[in-house]
Structures are given as structure tokens and as C-alpha cells.
């Protein structure tokens, strides 16, 4: 017989992001995780000390991966200021970055630590908005309401599951519009 893929903590910290969002973090638990990987639960005890190290990690791979990484792509991105910000949209959703936003929200309201993390994460992309819209050539304020109603619509689609709908793209692809319009004045 065949042996099981052998998991990795990315593997691990995946399938606890997705319980967090389905469950809360009271339904992050190793034996929950270990059956949707389809496991048992002495492969999660390699990579992590326990759940309170899972969660640690699943915070930094939120506030990393799902933050840091998407901004330091698209800061490198070759390509004009508007481009940038429609990709930096698509990418959002394609990749789930804001997926786990409200499970990590509600989860903050109980754990400082997590409140920390999420707001600091929250601040990284506000600012990293605001830049992306004076980039653009919207002056300081106005790229700063910009800048947070892209990423609060992000953060709402993203919950609400918008990559579901066939559509997807040409929705954001609106809202991209609708976020870079210039009045004639």
C-alpha cells in the first residue's frame, strides 16, 4: 500500500486557516485539522508544539503571506500605477488573501495578541493603498479614502466569497473603474 503524502507545516497551517474561517478559532483543533487532511494527528506534532504554535504561525502566514508578500509583489510590479492597483485586486481574490479577514477579526475581539496583528496588518494595507492611489496621481487625502475603500471592499468580497461568481473578474474589474474614476471638471 502506498504511504500518505508526508504534510508539511504549510500544509497544516492551510487546512487551520480554512477550519478558523469555517469554524472560529474554537474549531482549530489537531483532530478536526487531521481528518480534513486526512491523517492522523502525530504528523501535526512534528512541525508544531501544539495548538497555540499552530495558531502563532497561522497568524504570521495571515500577516505575511496574505499581507506582506501581496504588497512586496506589488510594489515590483512593471507596469502603470492604475495596472498595479487592478492587479493587486485580482490578485486579493484569486489568491484568498482576504478570506480570512473576518474570522481573524472576530477572533481579535477576545485575544489581544490577535487584535495586535490584525491591525497592524490592516495599517500595512491601508498605507500600501493610499500609496498605490497617490502613485496613480490622487492627491494625499483623497488617495487615503481611496485607498481604504479598496481595501475594505476587498476584505468584504473576499468574505462573501466573490470568486465563487463565474463573473468575478469583470466585477472587480468594475469596481477597479469605479475606484480610479476622475470626475471632469
Do not use: C
Not at 482549530?28 to 495558531?55: C, M, Q
Not at 482576504?98 to 477579526?105: K, L, M
Not at 497592524?120 to 490622487?138: C, N, P, S, V
Amino acid at each position: 500500500m502506498p504511504s500518505a503524502p508526508r504534510l508539511t507545516r504549510d500544509d497544516w497551517i492551510s487546512a487551520a486557516l480554512g477550519a478558523l474561517i469555517e469554524r472560529g478559532v474554537d474549531g482549530v483543533k489537531v483532530t478536526t485539522i487531521a481528518e480534513r487532511l486526512n491523517v492522523t494527528s502525530g504528523s501535526f506534532y512534528w512541525h508544531f508544539k501544539g495548538v497555540p504554535d499552530l495558531l502563532d504561525n497561522l497568524l504570521e502566514h495571515y500577516e505575511i503571506e496574505l499581507t506582506d508578500k501581496i504588497i512586496e509583489q506589488a510594489k515590483a510590479f512593471d507596469g502603470t500605477a492604475e495596472q498595479r492597483i487592478l492587479t493587486l485586486m485580482t490578485n486579493v481574490i484569486d489568491f484568498d488573501a482576504g478570506q480570512p479577514d473576518h474570522a481573524i477579526h472576530v477572533w481579535s475581539r477576545r485575544d489581544s495578541k490577535v487584535l495586535d496583528v490584525f491591525r497592524r496588518t490592516l495599517k500595512k494595507r491601508y498605507d500600501f493603498a493610499a500609496w498605490m492611489f497617490r502613485e496613480a496621481g490622487f492627491p494625499a487625502k483623497e488617495a487615503k479614502v481611496r485607498g481604504r475603500l479598496m481595501v475594505a471592499y476587498l476584505m468584504g468580497e473576499s468574505s462573501a466569497d466573490l470568486k465563487a461568481n463565474k463573473r468575478w473578474k469583470s466585477i472587480v474589474r468594475q469596481e477597479f473603474e469605479v475606484l480610479i474614476h476622475r470626475d471632469a471638471k
